[in-house]
C-alpha cells in the first residue's frame, strides 16, 4: 500500500502568514495512518459481488470486489441463496457485499474519508483518498493520499486549510494526487459557503470519519463524544462551540445532542431563550428526539401563556400529539381573528349592497322543512361564506360591478342550521346556482330549488312593487 505524504508549496500557493508557514512546515509530521484505520477505510466503500455462470460443467463463480477472492459455487446452491439485490460475506475477507450479474474485467472504487488528530495543541481534521483496482484472482491494488488537513487553534482562534488540487465540474469532481499543497485563502468562508460550482469541496459534513477521534482534553471536558462526527453539523462550528459557548457545553453534557445540533447549525437563539426548559428535561430525564417540533411546542406554550418550567407540559410522552393540540388551538384563534376582521371589512360595503339589493330585504318563504330568506347584509354574505366554505363573499357577490344580475338568499332548516346558499338571476328569473357547503348539494337540494322555483314570481313582483314605491317617492319630492 502506497501512502503519499505532503509535499512543499509550489509557486502561487506559498503560505504568506506565520499561521501558514507553521502549519505547512508541520504537515508531514502528522502521524501517519494506522493498521486499524486502514482496515476500516477499506471497509467503508458499498461491497460487491458478482458471480457470473459457465455453461457446461454447470458451475458460477463469485468474485469479491474487496479482495479479488473468486470462489465456485454450485447452481443449485446459487438459486437457493445468491439472488442479485441479495448480501452475503466473502469468506476470504469477511466484507459483507451486495450480489450483482455481470463480470466487470476491474472495479475501482475512489473515496475519501476523515481522520481527526491532535497536534502541539492544534486541532487536525485530516481528509485521505482511496483508490482501489480489483482484478479477479489478483490481490488488490491500492492506494491513499492525504489530500486535506484543516489546522484549528481554539485558543487564539486561528485556522488553516491545506487542500491538494482538485477537479470540480459538471461532469465528475476529482482529486489531483501527486501535487504540491495549497493554502486556501480565508478557510472559514470555503468551509461554510460551500459556494462552488458543482460539489462542496469543503463540507466537512460529506465526509465519513473514522469512529476513534484525537481531540484537545478541553473538547473533551466539554462534552465532546466522537459519535458528534457522525451529524449533520459541521465540525469546526460544534469545536467552537464547545470551547467558547456555555450552552453549548451544557446541551452536550445533558445529553441533548438533537438540540446540541439545532443550536450550531440553525437558530441559537431560540434554544438561548428557552434554556430552562431544556434544564427542566434533562433534569427529568428527558431526551428531545426533535429539536425542531420541540422548540415550535415551547414557542405555542409561551403564546398560550403555559407554565415552560412545569415538568409534564414540556417534556410530553407523545411530543408530536402535545404540539398538534397546541397548534390546532392556535388555529381556531386565527381562524376566529380572520373572521372578525372579514366581518369589519364586509361592514364598511353595507351602503354599496343595500343600494342596489335593498328592494328585496325582508323576501322570505318556507314550508314543512326549509326556510329561506334574502341576505340582507354584507356582513351575513360573509358570515354565510365562512361558514359553508364556499366564495359567496369571497368572490363579491355583495358588489353590483361585478356580479349585477345576482341575488342571494340562504336557505336554511326551521333550527337555523344553513343548508344552501342560492343565487338567483333577476334578469332571467332563474336559478343559478344552489351550492352547500364546500360547493356540494345538500340532502334537501331538489327540494330547496324546487321550494325557491316556485316563490320566484313572488321575488319579482316585490321587486316591481318596490320600484314603483320609489318611483311614486321621487315624483312626490319632485311635486
Same mark, same amino acid.
Not at 325582508?362 to 326549509?370: S, T, V
Given at each position: 500500500?502506497? @501512502?503519499?505524504v505532503?509535499?512543499?508549496?509550489?509557486?502561487?500557493?506559498?503560505?504568506?502568514?506565520?499561521?501558514?508557514?507553521?502549519?505547512? =512546515?508541520?504537515?508531514s509530521?502528522?502521524p501517519p495512518?494506522?493498521?486499524a484505520?486502514?482496515?476500516?477505510a477499506?471497509?467503508? !466503500?458499498?461491497?460487491i459481488?458478482?458471480? #457470473?455462470g459457465?455453461?457446461?460443467?454447470?458451475k458460477?463463480?463469485?468474485?469479491?470486489?474487496?479482495c479479488?477472492?473468486?470462489e465456485?459455487?454450485?447452481?443449485?446452491?446459487?438459486y437457493?441463496?445468491?439472488?442479485c439485490g441479495?448480501?452475503?460475506?466473502?469468506?476470504?475477507?469477511g466484507?459483507?457485499?451486495?450480489?450483482?450479474r455481470?463480470? !466487470?474485467?476491474?472495479t475501482?472504487?475512489?473515496?475519501t474519508?476523515?481522520?481527526?488528530?491532535?497536534y502541539?495543541?492544534w486541532?487536525?481534521?485530516?481528509?485521505?483518498?482511496?483508490?482501489?483496482?480489483?482484478?479477479?484472482?489478483e490481490?488488490?491494488?491500492?492506494? *491513499?493520499?492525504?489530500?486535506?488537513?484543516?489546522?484549528v487553534?481554539?485558543?487564539r482562534?486561528?485556522?488553516?486549510l491545506?487542500?491538494?488540487?482538485? %477537479?470540480?465540474?459538471?461532469?465528475?469532481f476529482?482529486?489531483i494526487?501527486? &501535487?504540491d499543497w495549497k493554502?486556501?485563502?480565508?478557510?472559514? *468562508?470555503?468551509?461554510?459557503?460551500?459556494?462552488y460550482?458543482?460539489y !462542496?469541496? /469543503?463540507?466537512?459534513?460529506?465526509?465519513?470519519?473514522?469512529p476513534?477521534?484525537?481531540?484537545?482534553?478541553i473538547?473533551k471536558?466539554?462534552?465532546? &463524544?466522537?459519535?458528534?462526527?457522525?451529524?449533520d453539523?459541521?465540525i469546526l462550528?460544534?469545536w467552537?462551540?464547545?470551547?467558547a $459557548?456555555?450552552?453549548? #457545553?451544557?446541551?452536550?453534557?445533558?445529553?441533548?445532542?438533537?438540540?446540541?445540533y439545532? %443550536?450550531?447549525?440553525?437558530?441559537?437563539?431560540? *434554544?438561548?431563550?428557552?434554556?430552562?426548559?431544556?434544564?427542566?428535561?434533562?433534569?427529568?430525564?428527558?431526551?428531545?428526539?426533535?429539536?425542531?417540533?420541540?422548540? =415550535?411546542? @415551547?414557542?405555542?406554550?409561551?403564546? /398560550?401563556?403555559?407554565?415552560?418550567?412545569?415538568?409534564?407540559?414540556v417534556?410530553?410522552?407523545?411530543?408530536?400529539?402535545?404540539?398538534?393540540?397546541?397548534?390546532?388551538?392556535k388555529?381556531?384563534?386565527?381562524?376566529?381573528?380572520?373572521?372578525?376582521?372579514?366581518?369589519?371589512?364586509?361592514?364598511?360595503?353595507?351602503?354599496?349592497?343595500?343600494?342596489?339589493?335593498?328592494?328585496f330585504?325582508?323576501?322570505q318563504f318556507?314550508?314543512?322543512?326549509?326556510?329561506?330568506h334574502?341576505?340582507?347584509?354584507?356582513?351575513?354574505?360573509? #358570515?354565510?361564506g365562512?361558514?359553508?366554505?364556499?366564495?359567496? %363573499?369571497?368572490?363579491s357577490?355583495?358588489d353590483?360591478? %361585478?356580479?349585477?344580475r345576482?341575488?342571494i338568499?340562504?336557505?336554511?332548516?326551521h333550527?337555523?342550521?344553513?343548508?344552501?346558499?342560492?343565487?338567483? $338571476?333577476? #334578469?332571467?328569473?332563474s336559478?343559478?346556482?344552489?351550492?352547500?357547503? /364546500?360547493?356540494?348539494?345538500?340532502?334537501?337540494?331538489d327540494?330547496?330549488?324546487?321550494?325557491v322555483?316556485?316563490?320566484?314570481p313572488?321575488?319579482?313582483?316585490q321587486?316591481?312593487?318596490n320600484e314603483?314605491?320609489?318611483?311614486?317617492?321621487?315624483?312626490?319630492?319632485?311635486?
Amino acid at each position: 500500500m502506497n @501512502i503519499a505524504v505532503p509535499t512543499t508549496s509550489s509557486a502561487g500557493s506559498r503560505p504568506r502568514t506565520k499561521t501558514e508557514c507553521y502549519c505547512m =512546515d508541520h504537515a508531514s509530521a502528522l502521524p501517519p495512518l494506522t493498521q486499524a484505520q486502514k482496515n476500516w477505510a477499506r471497509m467503508k !466503500p458499498e461491497g460487491i459481488i458478482y458471480h #457470473e455462470g459457465s455453461g457446461r460443467n454447470r458451475k458460477t463463480y463469485l468474485w469479491c470486489q474487496h479482495c479479488g477472492c473468486v470462489e465456485e459455487i454450485s447452481v443449485p446452491l446459487l438459486y437457493e441463496k445468491v439472488c442479485c439485490g441479495s448480501t452475503m460475506t466473502c469468506g476470504h475477507c469477511g466484507a459483507t457485499l451486495t450480489v450483482k450479474r455481470g463480470v !466487470p474485467a476491474t472495479t475501482e472504487h475512489n473515496t475519501t474519508f476523515g481522520i481527526i488528530n491532535v497536534y502541539d495543541g492544534w486541532q487536525v481534521v485530516r481528509w485521505f483518498n482511496w483508490r482501489i483496482t480489483v482484478c479477479r484472482n489478483e490481490q488488490p491494488r491500492d492506494c *491513499i493520499e492525504e489530500v486535506l488537513q484543516l489546522w484549528v487553534d481554539m485558543e487564539r482562534n486561528k485556522l488553516c486549510l491545506l487542500h491538494k488540487p482538485y %477537479y470540480n465540474n459538471f461532469y465528475r469532481f476529482q482529486w489531483i494526487h501527486g &501535487k504540491d499543497w495549497k493554502v486556501k485563502k480565508r478557510p472559514a *468562508i470555503a468551509i461554510h459557503a460551500n459556494a462552488y460550482t458543482y460539489y !462542496p469541496v /469543503f463540507d466537512l459534513t460529506r465526509v465519513a470519519y473514522y469512529p476513534h477521534c484525537q481531540t484537545l482534553p478541553i473538547l473533551k471536558r466539554n462534552g465532546w &463524544k466522537d459519535s458528534m462526527t457522525s451529524s449533520d453539523a459541521n465540525i469546526l462550528d460544534l469545536w467552537r462551540a464547545l470551547y467558547a $459557548d456555555p450552552i453549548a #457545553e451544557q446541551l452536550a453534557k445533558w445529553q441533548q445532542y438533537e438540540m446540541l445540533y439545532y %443550536y450550531v447549525n440553525h437558530n441559537p437563539e431560540s *434554544i438561548r431563550r428557552h434554556i430552562h426548559a431544556v434544564r427542566v428535561c434533562s433534569r427529568h430525564g428527558y431526551t428531545v428526539s426533535d429539536a425542531n417540533i420541540w422548540l =415550535d411546542y @415551547i414557542a405555542l406554550m409561551d403564546y /398560550f401563556r403555559l407554565d415552560t418550567h412545569n415538568p409534564k407540559l414540556v417534556a410530553p410522552a407523545d411530543l408530536t400529539a402535545a404540539h398538534d393540540v397546541l397548534m390546532k388551538r392556535k388555529q381556531r384563534i386565527d381562524a376566529k381573528k380572520r373572521h372578525a376582521e372579514l366581518i369589519a371589512q364586509a361592514c364598511r360595503r353595507e351602503d354599496h349592497y343595500k343600494k342596489y339589493r335593498g328592494a328585496f330585504f325582508g323576501i322570505q318563504f318556507e314550508n314543512d322543512n326549509i326556510r329561506v330568506h334574502v341576505i340582507s347584509s354584507v356582513k351575513e354574505m360573509a #358570515e354565510e361564506g365562512e361558514a359553508l366554505h364556499h366564495c359567496v %363573499y369571497t368572490a363579491s357577490y355583495y358588489d353590483h360591478r %361585478y356580479h349585477p344580475r345576482s341575488l342571494i338568499l340562504s336557505a336554511r332548516d326551521h333550527d337555523g342550521r344553513r343548508l344552501e346558499t342560492v343565487e338567483v $338571476d333577476i #334578469e332571467s328569473w332563474s336559478i343559478a346556482q344552489s351550492r352547500s357547503a /364546500f360547493n356540494q348539494p345538500s340532502a334537501y337540494h331538489d327540494e330547496i330549488v324546487s321550494l325557491v322555483n316556485s316563490n320566484i314570481p313572488m321575488i319579482r313582483q316585490q321587486s316591481f312593487l318596490n320600484e314603483k314605491n320609489i318611483l311614486a317617492n321621487i315624483t312626490e319630492k319632485a311635486l
